[in-house]
């Protein structure tokens, strides 16, 4: 099926399909389909990227000009796929979820980026569609060969009895936590240890929020993305604090067990009301993270991010130095985890092996 090979070109965060409505009746775009088959016209293909930027222009760290997805479109997906029309739209990251459902209810999209946690809540609503019997039909694509065999099975890949693959991934990774060698030498603060607890990054956060010694400028000892869809960096936080959120299956919500006001929990959301007072205003909205990973960084420590700024500002920029600058160290969750600590490992493991080198 068209779709699952254009899925099997991309690598990101997860995405599923959704082909037909929920309950698997017609939607506007099926009869849209039918009508373009029957005149001889392209068939026009719904694809809603979160957080995607679709016009090209300049980007705001790096200065310079960088490709949006309807570029992309003209160049990549229409010489691979020159009868089909696809057509890229977004939503911003920002109450991402509700802005998806309401899409997915009026039929807006065949498919979609979204958070994998997601994932199997849409398909219990009825909002999309199972992989499964699409992959069972194309016999053309054989999945072990485009994406690690255990993904699968994944809670964030299938539904909640684990019987339908809904996703397909788009990103992988993993959290981790990133200080700027440079700020932490500016303050004369000791880096952090190759496992830190929250107790340390919290002490040495507070010893740099102020006007930097060095530059005088305004410095943050850390950063969170506050507005994150699901509190992620909750995750390894209450790992490292013994706390236990919930326990049972969210398909049978009614036997779920919370936990939440346990002393462990509750120890664990303190740390977060305390770390705020560190963090810049706009962390709440997801802001203020422009600089990070560039030579005006002003943030010390980044707490349950990842490297993908830093690494694209290296690759624009040429400037390798950055690399040395900051500083990668192990999460707070159990033996240095964090939300998703396999995931990464896995794509990166399946993707240096014989088998996708050689495809």
Same mark, same amino acid.
């Given at each position: 099926?068209?779709?699952?090979?254009?899925?099997?070109?991309?690598?990101?965060?997860?995405?599923?399909?959704?082909?037909?409505?929920?309950?698997?009746?017609?939607?506007?775009?099926?009869?849209?389909?039918?009508?373009?088959?029957?005149?001889?016209?392209?068939?026009?293909?719904?694809?809603?990227?979160?957080?995607? *930027?679709? #016009?090209?222009?300049?980007?705001? %760290?790096?200065?310079?000009?960088?490709?949006?997805?309807? &570029?992309? !479109?003209? @160049?990549?997906?229409?010489?691979?796929?020159?009868?089909?029309?696809?057509?890229?739209?977004?939503?911003?990251?920002?109450?991402?979820?509700?802005?998806?459902?309401?899409?997915?209810?009026?039929?807006?999209?065949?498919?979609?980026?979204?958070?994998?946690?997601?994932?199997?809540?849409?398909?219990?609503?009825?909002?999309?569609?199972?992989?499964?019997?699409?992959?069972?039909?194309?016999?053309?694509?054989?999945?072990?060969?485009?994406?690690?065999?255990?993904?699968?099975?994944?809670?964030?890949?299938?539904?909640?009895?684990?019987?339908?693959?809904?996703?397909?991934?788009?990103?992988?990774?993993?959290?981790?936590?990133?200080?700027?060698?440079?700020?932490?030498?500016?303050?004369?603060?000791?880096?952090?240890?190759?496992?830190? *607890?929250? #107790?340390?990054?919290?002490?040495? %956060?507070?010893?740099?929020?102020?006007?930097?010694?060095? &530059?005088? !400028?305004? @410095?943050?000892?850390?950063?969170?993305?506050?507005?994150?869809?699901?509190?992620?960096?909750?995750?390894?936080?209450?790992?490292?604090?013994?706390?236990?959120?919930?326990?049972?299956?969210?398909?049978?919500?009614?036997?779920?067990?919370?936990?939440?006001?346990?002393?462990?929990?509750?120890?664990?959301?303190?740390?977060?009301?305390?770390?705020?007072?560190?963090?810049?205003?706009?962390?709440?909205?997801?802001?203020?993270?422009?600089?990070?990973?560039?030579?005006?960084?002003?943030?010390?420590?980044?707490?349950?991010?990842?490297?993908?700024?830093?690494?694209?500002?290296?690759?624009?920029?040429?400037?390798?130095?950055?690399?040395?600058?900051?500083?990668?160290?192990?999460?707070?969750?159990?033996?240095?985890?964090?939300?998703?600590?396999?995931?990464?490992?896995?794509?990166?493991?399946?993707?240096?092996?014989?088998?996708?080198?050689?495809?």
């Amino acid at each position: 099926m068209l779709t699952h090979r254009f899925d099997s070109q991309h690598h990101g965060r997860q995405h599923a399909e959704r082909l037909r409505g929920g309950g698997g009746s017609s939607t506007g775009s099926d009869k849209s389909s039918a009508n373009n088959a029957a005149s001889g016209s392209k068939t026009t293909f719904n694809v809603l990227i979160v957080g995607a *930027t679709l #016009e090209d222009g300049i980007n705001p %760290t790096t200065k310079r000009e960088a490709e949006g997805f309807n &570029t992309y !479109a003209k @160049n990549q997906v229409k010489e691979a796929f020159p009868e089909i029309d696809v057509v890229f739209n977004t939503i911003p990251w920002d109450n991402a979820s509700a802005k998806l459902q309401t899409t997915l209810m009026s039929n807006g999209t065949d498919l979609f980026t979204m958070g994998g946690a997601f994932i199997p809540e849409y398909y219990k609503e009825g909002l999309m569609q199972s992989l499964t019997p699409f992959l069972e039909a194309d016999t053309e694509y054989v999945y072990e060969e485009n994406f690690p065999a255990n993904f699968k099975t994944h809670p964030n890949c299938t539904s909640y009895d684990g019987t339908q693959l809904l996703t397909l991934p788009w990103q992988c990774g993993n959290r981790i936590i990133i200080y700027d060698k440079q700020i932490f030498d500016d303050w004369g603060v000791e880096y952090l240890s190759e496992y830190p *607890t929250p #107790e340390e990054i919290l002490e040495k %956060t507070s010893q740099m929020t102020g006007t930097n010694p060095r &530059t005088g !400028a305004q @410095n943050y000892g850390l950063y969170m993305a506050a507005n994150t869809l699901n509190m992620d960096y909750v995750v390894p936080l209450s790992e490292a604090f013994g706390a236990t959120e919930c326990t049972g299956n969210f398909g049978d919500p009614a036997n779920l067990q919370w936990s939440l006001n346990s002393p462990e929990m509750v120890e664990t959301i303190q740390w977060v009301v305390d770390a705020m007072k560190f963090v810049p205003p706009a962390a709440s909205t997801g802001q203020s993270a422009e600089n990070w990973g560039t030579e005006n960084n002003d943030i010390a420590i980044y707490f349950n991010g990842n490297g993908v700024s830093i690494m694209n500002n290296v690759r624009n920029t040429g400037d390798e130095s950055l690399l040395e600058r900051f500083e990668p160290t192990m999460n707070v969750g159990t033996d240095g985890g964090n939300w998703t600590p396999v995931d990464g490992m896995g794509m990166a493991s399946y993707l240096t092996g014989d088998d996708a080198q050689t495809a």
